[in-house]
């Protein structure tokens, strides 16, 4: 067939091709529309004199606002509070998520029930955890945390205002370790029945067969819960909104322009912010996603 | 051997309800009057009471459930219609740059919110569309159609070839072989995308705090209008918080393998 008519047959294969780049083409425009041009204009923004409250004094200014966000003392804080915050809650996230994972992956009476309830927490809606969090365990007199920590002996602790870092990354915690959770579950439900047999037949030990089988095995689907669970985290805003308002070191890069923006009104040092942050995270984010989409492309997908 | 099995149930069982404490926590004070949420020691025995449900119907809570809804449920349509012909054209081979596509799509999503919200304000502000709920749906489409895409696209994968080269063979169209044969194979895919990025516009509380005020405000930005709460208001706020929880919860609930999938954009099997 293909010796009869090579060039229809190319040709008609040529329409496929334009037919389906076609069809990816609303997704295209859309995605560049909305995140694309705006990036442009903050851009844009970043070189104006632009405060709403000082409607007079608009104008061009440069570079002016990169020279205030770096000379002002906020930023590389916040770079720290943002680094600081994301690792601790991804590396705790991780462990508490494998240790329930490994927990999980056993036959015992109600393990799917355990499994509902373990998952919970990540659906709950992030400003209602928070909200939870605050009022209902870190309280002084009405926490349940505290009443604990009292009954203990103890003095109460003022969770949010004395150690708002634990606060935040408690929550944030206790919120993405059942993310990690289901990712490290289905590697190890995914791990061949027949090699963990043998294992055991050859006498390998539990703690053996862990470091030498599960492990390595594992090795990918830890990459993806991290990796995702960095760059979801990194963005981190609702509980340092709720519960520290950026105190005590969270104020994190998303909060600072939040703060710089709608409670400053100060659009072009905001767009600055913006900027910078999208430089900040490129660098964190191209490492990530080359990593990610080697993972994604060869990895646990096809 | 049985009696450490035992005791690894055990320990599985104290250590997963400890962790689900505090949800449970919030739907038992959601059914408190006010002293007793605000009871210490903690009351787990008590009469129901309604009053916090009552309360934050009065302030408008219906409302905002209904915007949440509308956004969340509209962006989701939105996104489907763009993300399944995209997530099949990037699943078929004859597209030059599929891996380009894909990075772009994905980088969209990893771009801080922070670097596209001011021109997006100033924008909808100039147009009138500050505080409306239509503009916020469009929003959360173009942040959660990356990873829609990226989760279609993995199910469409797994659509033997053979079957897409039948139908070809047949003289089916692209849209019929898309409609007709490809489709109904991944439909269960299809519903896992949409039912997560459901949740992550459902759940969203930066950009709906910012882009809404009163007429459009969703149910995120009505719950951390409690912060500034005086007096008792524990019962209330977790009556509120319970029914915004919710419809996340049971649909998470209803469908959990799905939700590994699309979590993990497809990595995961």
Not at chain 1, 6 to 18: D, F, N, V, Y
Not at chain 1, 78 to 87: F, G, K, Q
């Amino acid at each position: 067939m293909e010796t009869k008519a090579p060039l229809s047959l190319a040709k008609i294969e040529k329409r496929r091709a334009w037919k389906t780049r076609s069809i990816l083409l609303p997704a295209l425009i859309f995605a560049i529309l909305m995140t694309q041009i705006p990036f442009v204009v903050t851009i844009v923004y970043s070189s104006l004199n632009w405060n709403l409250l000082k409607p007079n004094d608009f104008g061009f200014v440069g570079f002016d606002n990169y020279i205030s966000v770096f000379t002002s003392g906020d930023l590389w804080p916040s770079i720290i509070a943002t680094v600081l915050i994301t690792s601790l809650a991804v590396i705790l996230s991780l462990l508490l998520g494998l240790m329930f994972a490994l927990l999980l992956d056993r036959k015992f009476k109600g393990q799917a029930i355990a499994r509902t309830l373990l998952i919970t927490p990540f659906l709950i809606m992030p400003a209602a955890a928070s909200l939870i969090w605050k009022y209902s365990m870190f309280d002084t007199n009405i926490g349940v945390l505290n009443w604990i920590v009292t009954s203990l002996g103890f003095d109460p602790i003022e969770w949010s205002t004395n150690f708002p870092l634990v606060t935040v990354v408690m929550v944030l915690t206790w919120q993405f370790t059942p993310f990690f959770m289901l990712i490290l579950l289905a590697g190890l439900q995914s791990q061949s029945k027949e090699v963990l047999e043998a294992a055991s037949v050859d006498g390998a030990g539990a703690i053996r067969t862990f470091q030498w089988i599960t492990l390595p095995h594992m090795r990918t689907y830890i990459e993806i819960s991290v990796l995702l669970g960095t760059i979801i985290l990194l963005q981190v805003f609702d509980p340092i909104a709720i519960m520290t308002k950026g105190t005590g070191g969270t104020k994190t890069l998303s909060y600072l322009l939040y703060e710089r923006a709608f409670i400053g009104l100060n659009v072009g040092e905001a767009a600055a912010y913006g900027v910078v942050a999208v430089i900040l995270t490129i660098g964190v984010a191209t490492i990530a996603l080359r990593t990610m989409f080697k993972v994604f492309l060869d990895g646990g997908g096809k | 051997m049985r009696l450490r099995s035992g005791l690894l149930t055990l320990l599985t069982w104290v250590l997963v309800i400890a962790f689900f404490f505090p949800v449970f926590w919030m739907f038992l004070n959601a059914f408190k009057s006010e002293n007793d949420a605000a009871s210490i020691p903690p009351k787990f025995f008590f009469t129901p009471d309604f009053q916090g449900f009552e309360l934050v119907m009065q302030r408008g809570m219906g409302s905002y459930l209904a915007n949440s809804f509308i956004a969340s449920v509209g962006s989701t349509l939105l996104i489907l219609v763009l993300a399944v012909p995209a997530a099949y054209a990037l699943s078929i081979r004859p597209v030059k740059k599929t891996q380009d596509t894909l990075f772009f799509f994905i980088s969209t999503r990893f771009l801080p919110v922070a670097a596209v919200i001011l021109p997006l304000y100033m924008i909808f502000k100039s147009i009138g569309m500050l505080d409306n709920i239509i503009a916020l749906g469009f929003v959360y489409a173009a942040i959660n159609l990356p990873i829609a895409i990226w989760m279609m696209r993995s199910f469409f994968l797994e659509v033997p070839k053979e079957i897409v080269e039948a139908a070809q063979l047949d003289g089916a169209g692209l849209f019929k072989e898309l409609t007709r044969v490809v489709l109904p194979l991944v439909l269960p895919g299809i519903a896992a995308a949409g039912l997560i990025v459901f949740i992550f516009a459902w759940n969203e509380y930066f950009l709906a705090t910012l882009l809404t005020t009163s007429d459009a405000k969703t149910t995120p930005p009505f719950l951390a209008s409690f912060v500034d709460g005086r007096g008792l208001f524990l019962g209330a706020l977790s009556a509120a918080a319970s029914l915004a929880a919710l419809p996340v919860i049971a649909a998470g609930w209803i469908a959990q393998k799905q939700l590994v999938r699309g979590l993990a954009m497809g990595a995961v099997k």
